[in-house]
């Protein structure tokens, strides 16, 4: 099953589910449900169920624990140099804001509170926190990423598959970089569970700070529209900051990466045409 069925049928899913909720006169919150579920559970289990059996292969080949532990110092880091980049982003946005849509700018400094229904807000944290990560990463670094890449180059399929997964995304720059940053960290360790375990991170610390109250730190985030002048000075030299560490990193992530996938293809073409040999030794007949 092509990526692109993926998607069409990622459609064509969630817009018979949500004509069959407004039929049924649905809440806002059950439509919201039934579309989270079909989009980040349903379809992919479906989809992935198929393409594991197709492949003959088990997700134990693409998440395992073998040495996670010394990546998570380097995914702890990099959470923290997004959220500094995603900040500094956010704060040259509301500048270019301020002048014509203030109201916006007011609306990015507010804090969002928790739904009042308890077992919805569990619901919405469980999505954003793990099944949200899971499914996303599966999808677009575990399918999209190596499809590309098997019909152009590496370069193309670390950029194409994170400008998808940025426009998809309120903050597209942020996102944009995120994505190429866990497509570098898939790619380098065949590990899918190490930018799984990146974006449920960055996805837990973005959650605590945007509903409990007080949460995000003055330093970090524009608390009210006046700071986005008077602040210029040290958010311009934290965006600046950061995104040059963010291309130090993408730059260190992709050292030999290209040489180093090189050779695991030619190895495994090897292994293709000596099967054959090892079939006839194993049957003369």
């Keep these: 099953m092509p990526a692109r069925h993926l998607f069409g049928f990622l459609a064509l899913a969630i817009s018979v ?12 919150q059950m439509i919201e449900v039934v ?6 559970v ?36 990099l959470v923290c140099l997004s959220f500094m980049f995603s900040a500094g982003m956010l704060w040259f946005q509301m500048y270019i804001l301020l002048p014509v849509a203030p109201w916006l700018v007011d609306f990015f400094t507010g804090s969002i509170p928790l739904p009042g229904n308890t077992l919805y807000a569990v619901f919405t944290l469980a999505i954003i926190t793990v099944i949200g990560p899971i499914a996303e990463e599966f999808i677009f670094r575990g399918v999209l990423l190596k499809r590309i890449i098997a019909k152009t ?12 997964f940025g426009m998809l995304h309120a903050d597209i720059v942020g996102a944009f970089l995120f994505g190429v940053l866990s497509s570098l960290l898939f790619l380098r360790t065949g590990n899918l569970l190490v930018p799984i375990l990146f974006h449920s991170l960055n996805n837990s610390v973005a959650s605590y700070m945007m509903f409990v109250p007080g949460a995000r730190p003055d330093w970090l985030y524009i608390i009210n529209s006046a700071e986005v002048y008077s602040e210029a000075g040290p958010y311009a030299t ?4 950061s995104a040059f560490a963010m291309l130090l990193a993408i730059w260190g992530l992709s050292r030999g ?23 006839e030794l194993r049957d003369p007949l």
């Design 35 to 40: 579309f989270q579920l079909v989009l980040y």
């Design 42 to 77: 349903f379809v992919p289990v479906l989809y992935f169920s198929y393409y594991f059996h197709k492949q003959k292969t088990s997700v134990k080949n693409v998440l395992f624990l073998h040495g996670l532990r010394r990546w998570v110092p380097v995914v702890a880091g």
């Design 17 to 28: 589910s949500i004509i069959a909720m407004f039929e049924l006169s649905a809440s806002d």
């Design 238 to 241: 934290m965006l600046v900051c």
């Design 153 to 164: 180059t590496m370069w193309s399929g670390v950029f194409i598959s994170s400008l998808i």
């Design 257 to 279: 990466l290209e040489k180093k996938l090189r050779d695991e293809q030619f190895t495994k073409l090897l292994e293709s045409y000596n099967e054959p040999e090892k079939n």
